[in-house]
């Protein structure tokens, strides 16, 4: 009897409510900074996620300004309350745009990827490219950062969101540091070939006969 009331709720509730957790920890580039939450890359991807019949749900816990440091100190909590499949690492800018230590970024970073893979989750890292006039030693080893926790850790990495797209003035707001609507499908698009190797294919739909 147990057995057929468990089979009847089954069928009744909603696909979403058996969905994984894909948990995104980002800054402003990820958090839908100036533009409207649902036309920024994250919201595009659960729509990607939605259309392919992926059993899996977006947590966006990017925070506009956020550091290594704050970020790592959050972690652990968000972890507990939302059990993620996939942790997406999307953080390091507000690092090199203040100057702060590498050596502390990239600990920050290393256990954030440890506390991730520690909850069962996989992880997925994406750099952040440094505007070329902080000259060419920093951002060289700023960039390598993510590179050497790639090759440490033996991860899936996603070199830069905007790669290609911060040079474009067309595809930016006018401060120049943040994506602008136009340019969220080619981030999203970015995003997906980074993250499908990671995903879990979607059970095959019946058709009718």
Known sequence: ???????LL???LPTAAFAQIILVVGDSLSAAYGIPVEQGWVSLLQQRLDSGGYPYRLVNASISGDTTANARARLPQTLAGQSPAVVMLALGGNDGLRGLSLKAM?????????SARG????????????????????????QAIYREL????DLSLLPSLVD???????????????PNVAAQPLICDRVWEALFPLLHKPAARATAG
Request: contains cysteine; hydrophobic residues 45%.
């Open 164 to 178: 290609g797209i911060g040079t474009e003035q067309a595809l930016m707001q006018a401060d120049g540091i943040h």
């Open 10 to 12: 089954c069928l009744l």
């Open 106 to 114: 990239k600990s920050n970073l290393a256990t954030m990827i440890g």
């Open 1 to 7: 009897m147990l057995n057929r009331i468990l089979l």
């Open 119 to 142: 909850a069962g989750a996989r992880v997925l890292l994406i750099g952040v490219q440094l505007p070329p006039n902080y000259g060419p030693r920093y951002t060289e080893s700023f």
């Open 150 to 153: 790639a090759r440490e850790f």
